[in-house]
């Protein structure tokens, strides 16, 4: 079975920062992107950022560029979001995804889903 295991919700000041950690396991295969999406009070769930398990390679939304970096331990299978120059739009609900590569970056491409973990960026 595919696990994605979440963590680093926390309460943050806007300008602040957080870290979250994603442990994927049970992937067997390179072919998958691991990132984030996330679901805001009475929005859509968007995606946020993506890393290639085969490459490194890098996807961001706009809203988040320059401010987000995704990066990963392959040794360890964890795959960490660096937020910084957190704003109040950033609260939300995130979820780790696991992604087919080369699919299109959305919520109904995503083929594994893990549980949500809460991030509140106050004004």
């Known amino acids: 079975d595919v696990q994605l295991q979440a963590f680093g919700a926390g309460f943050v000041q806007a300008g602040g920062y957080l870290r979250l950690s994603c442990v994927a396991s049970?992937?067997?295969?390179?072919?998958?992107?691991i990132g984030w999406f996330r679901e805001a009070p009475g929005k859509e769930r968007e995606g946020v950022s993506a890393i290639s398990r085969r490459d490194g390679s890098t996807y961001y939304a706009d809203s988040v560029k320059g401010r987000f970096t995704i990066s990963s331990d392959n040794y360890k299978n964890t795959v960490y979001l660096q937020m910084n120059s957190l704003k109040p739009e950033d609260t939300a609900v995130y979820y780790c995804i696991a992604i087919t590569s080369g699919r299109y970056f959305n919520k109904d491409g995503v083929n594994y889903w893990g549980k949500g973990t809460l991030v509140t960026v106050s004004s």
């Open positions: 049970g992937l067997t295969s390179d072919d998958y992107h």
